[in-house]
């Protein structure tokens, strides 16, 4: 990866970890990662909702490097949407990074791009830093139309943000047969991919725009996997999503430093 371009290391817990569960395993993280590693790596970690002003808590009371992180929001500030979350009162929890458009939400929940692209807008205008997920079905990969639908899903969602807005945001490549399953990506599949995401980024937004914006790859990333991956020139940072479950493997995660070089 570019050297002006901060590797991010992202755990996306899913639905699981209550927050007592959620406090015990940051604990056990923290313990296991130095200062050198969080110098090195920005760290964030996605809990469930319910686990957020508990992890909020402990990150202040411990003054913790870790970043805290959600996993979805609504894209209006309140009103009449019964179950949802607001964007403003992540941000008032001392959220910095919200995950958007994952393929879970995008394929469970039925969330089009069109609404992925006001949440984009919504986490911004908060001023926390979106991860927008894009990725193929398994069917779109054999059928050749990967990159056609992950540069759809990032046209759409960057659309009219601003330069200075994309800088500062992440993109995730998550191919959705390779979330869970525990097959990923070659690292080569996933740079062509993200190599094609980084110039799509320069022609809806701009060059330098393109440069600074950090690039994940997700599926089934592992300890073991991590190396090989951050080799990749356009790869800057993963989002992981079973493996971030285990502090101990995650931690190895962020560590990938120590023992890919
Ligand atoms: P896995 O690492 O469990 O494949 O999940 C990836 C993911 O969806 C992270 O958002």
Redesign the pocket.
Known sequence: MSSNRQPIVSG?W?MNNNHFEAIQSVQKLAYLLQKDDFDAVEVTVHPPFTDLRSMQTLIDADQLRLKLGAQNCHSEDKGAFTGEVSPLFLSKLGVQYV?VG???RRELFGETDEFVAAKVAAVLKHGMIPIL?VGETLAERESGSTLDKVKRQVRIALDKRSNEHVKSMVI?Y?PIW????GKNASPADAQDVIAAIREEVASVASGPAAQAIRLQY????KAGTIAEIMRQPDIDGV??????LDPTEFARIVQYRRHAF
């Open positions: 996306n899913k995950i994952h393929s879970e997920c995730a998550e390779a979330i869970g399953t997700g599926g089934s990333v989002l992981v999503g079973g493996a971030s």
